[in-house]
Structures are given as C-alpha cells and as structure tokens.
C-alpha cells in the first residue's frame, strides 16, 4: 500500500468517538438493534427537519430501500445523473426500473433542470438528483418540475450533508433523501446510510424492508415475542455499535464543517489567480460543507490527468470524481451508450480533479498541495 505524504482524506474522530462505542461495547448487549440506532435517527431527522428517518448499513442499500419504499418496478423510469458515484443508477435496476440519465450544468454539477424536462416520458415516475461533492444541485428547480409533472423527488444527497441553498438544508426539499456515513463523508461510521421522509407510510415500509420484512415491537433480539413476517425484506439494519459512533459524529457536525469550510477557503484563495484550474466556486446563496475539493481544468483531460500524476510524484492523492456512469463497460453494454449523449457531463468529466480535504488537513499540507498546483500550471507555460 502507497504511503501518501497527503492522502485523499482523513477521518476526523474524537475521545467521545471512543467512549460512545467503548459504552456499547462493554454492555455486552444491544450490539445488534439497540437505542443509538433510534437516537441517530430522530436527532438526523430533527437537524433536515424531516418527520422520520431509517437507518442502513449503507447508502446504497438505503438508496434501492428507498425505491422499493416507494414502490418503483419494472417499466417505470427515475431520471438520474451519469456524473455520480455508479450507486445512483444502480439503485434503478436494482428494483428492475430503467435509469434514464439526464445530463448536468456547470454550476452546481448537478442535473440540468432543462435537460431534465427533456427526459421525462410517460413512464417516468421519479427524479433523482444528487447533491455534488458538498453542496447542492438546482434542487429548487428541480423540485418545481416534480411537482410539475407529478412526480416523485427523491435527494441522492450521500454526499452533502449539512449543505444549504438559502439557509434550506438538502434533504429537505424532495419527497425522500438519502444520506451516506461512508468513510470518506463529512461525518462518517465507516458504513451506514439513512434515508429521511415526511411520509409515514413510507417510513413504514422502510422499517420492514430493512429487517427481513418483520413486523417489530419490540426488540428482536432481546424479546421473546413470536412476531410476524409481513413483506420480503432484507438484512440492511444499522447495528447499534455503528449508531453510537453515528451519534457521537453528529454531535461535532458543525464544527467538522467549519473546518472544512476554512480549509477550502484557503486553498480556493491560494489557486484564485491560476489561468488553467478553476477551484469550487458555489452559487449565491448555496452552502457548501466541501466532502469534496474538485477543481477543473479548463483545458480538459490532458492537463488533468499530466496534474494528477505530476501530484501523485509529490505524494499527494487525487482522485476525478465522477467519470460518466454511462460510459462504464456495464452500462455500455446494457444501453448501447457509444459517447456524446451527455455533452456537458462529458466535457466537466474530462476536467475535474477531487484533491484532498479534511477537517485536519493542516497548513503545510495545503500548502504542500498548493505549491504542486502552481508549479505544474507554470511549467505548462
């Protein structure tokens, strides 16, 4: 394994990290289904301003519960982005559904509300944007159009919580929202997703779905209550082990975003004045909590990728989130996709380049990535 003098990310954890899971643990029960999953849940849905939130093992079992949860099937088509993390689109056939890919605009990288109206068909029963890197689509929009077209809004919003657009926080504005605790997020538990609704009905179906589809009353484990089996469901449970990390994240959240936010602040004035890279630049009125730090090459792929391997040679990893889903060998083959469909997703593709950034990153690594920046962009003349 490659030692990176600045790698890609870091966890940013605390004594209270410890002691919260340290706690479960020496109960020695309650590992499994316990009351931090229950916590992690309503202070998550209290911070959206959602009425319920499940949890998951993952954003992407959270993600297909969610269509299940809303009873996307074969035939139906959801509206998704090709410039996303290949879960997304999975998630559709996952349920047997079609993922139609919209392409994006340059603002937010997130789905192009005119492209959107483009795609949508009689068959179309949902959109799903996603929230890029930290900071949110033209979600407001978007939502206009749902409701437009009676359709279902549904965030993909794994990799921007916290984030803002006129002091409203994503996952709030769609029908659902899924939110992802994987390791490289702004607050992690190493796995773990959540999904957040207003609907009750769908929260219902969520709670089944994710527990081999077991009506619950009581805890499973710790119960010796016969309980019945109402639906097909999976394994997909957050254990309570996770959730107490989970709880403990949540806690620091906002200070894990100002630290970011002033890490990314630095670096964004430090590479302002480069001709050929173009660091973050939100729109008015959108807060961005910066899980990612991607700038672009306007030049296109050819000075990405020379930036990236001339940082790799100083020791700092990078990596270009995303590369068109639809592009993939799988989704090639499955749709026939040959290139130039999406033109703008296509384009910002070939420019995009995530360097690292943490909440600890330190001065002298900024600098360090900083330095390997201009000195490339000078070399190039």
Same mark, same amino acid.
Request: proline residues 3%; aromatic residues 10%; hydrophobic residues 40%.
């Given at each position: 394994?490659? *030692?990176?003098?600045?790698?890609?990310?870091?966890?940013?954890?605390?004594?209270?990290?410890?002691?919260?899971?340290?706690?479960?643990?020496? #109960?020695?029960?309650?590992?499994?289904?316990?009351?931090?999953?229950?916590?992690?849940?309503?202070?998550?849905?209290?911070?959206?301003?959602? @009425?319920?939130?499940?949890?998951?093992? *993952?954003?992407?079992?959270?993600?297909?519960?969610?269509?299940?949860?809303?009873?996307?099937?074969?035939?139906?088509?959801? %509206?998704?982005?090709?410039?996303?993390? %290949?879960?997304?689109?999975?998630?559709?056939?996952?349920?047997?559904?079609?993922?139609?890919?919209?392409? %994006?605009?340059? @603002?937010?990288?997130?789905?192009?509300?005119?492209?959107?109206?483009?795609?949508?068909?009689?068959?179309?029963?949902?959109?799903?944007?996603?929230?890029?890197?930290?900071?949110?689509? #033209?979600?407001?929009?978007? @939502?206009?159009?749902?409701?437009?077209?009676?359709?279902?809004?549904?965030?993909?919003?794994?990799?921007?919580?916290?984030?803002?657009?006129?002091?409203?926080?994503?996952?709030?504005?769609?029908?659902?929202?899924?939110?992802?605790?994987?390791?490289?997020?702004?607050?992690?538990?190493?796995?773990?997703?959540?999904?957040?609704?207003?609907?009750?009905?769908?929260?219902?179906?969520?709670?089944?779905?994710? *527990?081999?589809?077991?009506?619950?009353?009581?805890?499973?484990?710790?119960?010796?209550?016969?309980?019945?089996?109402?639906?097909?469901?999976?394994?997909?449970?957050?254990?309570?082990? %996770?959730?107490?990390?989970?709880?403990? #994240?949540?806690?620091?959240?906002?200070?894990?975003?100002?630290?970011?936010?002033?890490?990314?602040?630095?670096?964004?004035?430090?590479?302002?004045?480069?001709?050929?890279?173009?660091?973050?630049?939100?729109?008015?009125?959108?807060?961005?909590?910066? #899980?990612?730090?991607?700038?672009?090459?306007?030049?296109?792929?050819?000075?990405?990728?020379?930036?990236?391997?001339?940082?790799?040679?100083?020791?700092?990893?990078?990596?270009?989130?995303?590369?068109?889903?639809?592009?993939?060998?799988?989704?090639?083959?499955?749709?026939?996709?040959?290139?130039?469909?999406?033109?703008?997703?296509?384009?910002?593709?070939?420019?995009?380049?995530?360097?690292?950034?943490?909440? *600890?990153?330190?001065?002298?690594?900024?600098?360090?990535?900083?330095?390997?920046?201009?000195?490339?962009?000078?070399?190039?003349?």
């Amino acid at each position: 394994m490659r *030692s990176w003098r600045v790698p890609f990310y870091k966890i940013y954890w605390d004594e209270e990290d410890v002691n919260h899971v340290l706690e479960v643990i020496m #109960q020695g029960s309650y590992w499994a289904i316990g009351p931090n999953v229950e916590k992690f849940e309503t202070m998550l849905a209290e911070y959206i301003g959602k @009425k319920y939130v499940a949890a998951f093992n *993952s954003g992407t079992s959270a993600l297909h519960a969610m269509l299940l949860a809303y009873g996307i099937k074969e035939g139906d088509e959801v %509206i998704v982005p090709s410039f996303t993390f %290949i879960a997304t689109a999975n998630s559709v056939l996952f349920v047997n559904a079609k993922p139609v890919f919209a392409d %994006i605009e340059e @603002k937010t990288c997130g789905l192009d509300p005119e492209d959107v109206k483009e795609r949508i068909t009689g068959k179309t029963k949902a959109i799903m944007p996603i929230h890029y890197g930290g900071s949110a689509c #033209q979600i407001r929009e978007l @939502k206009e159009i749902a409701e437009d077209h009676k359709l279902l809004l549904l965030e993909d919003a794994a990799e921007s919580l916290g984030a803002k657009v006129d002091g409203k926080r994503v996952g709030s504005f769609g029908d659902a929202a899924m939110f992802s605790f994987c390791g490289n997020k702004v607050i992690t538990t190493g796995e773990g997703g959540m999904i957040a609704t207003d609907q009750r009905d769908v929260y219902e179906r969520l709670k089944l779905i994710r *527990s081999h589809g077991r009506l619950e009353t009581e805890n499973y484990f710790t119960s010796a209550k016969v309980m019945d089996y109402v639906a097909l469901g999976y394994n997909w449970r957050m254990c309570n082990i %996770i959730a107490a990390l989970g709880v403990s #994240q949540l806690e620091k959240l906002g200070k894990v975003i100002a630290m970011r936010r002033r890490n990314a602040a630095y670096m964004s004035k430090s590479l302002s004045n480069l001709s050929k890279i173009e660091p973050p630049n939100p729109p008015e009125g959108f807060f961005h909590v910066y #899980q990612m730090y991607t700038v672009r090459a306007r030049d296109g792929e050819k000075t990405r990728d020379g930036l990236k391997g001339y940082l790799a040679e100083k020791g700092v990893m990078t990596k270009v989130y995303f590369s068109p889903v639809h592009l993939t060998g799988f989704y090639k083959e499955k749709f026939g996709f040959q290139g130039g469909e999406l033109p703008m997703t296509e384009k910002i593709s070939k420019q995009v380049l995530t360097l690292p950034m943490y909440a *600890s990153l330190t001065k002298d690594e900024m600098d360090h990535i900083v330095t390997g920046v201009r000195d490339f962009v000078e070399n190039l003349g």
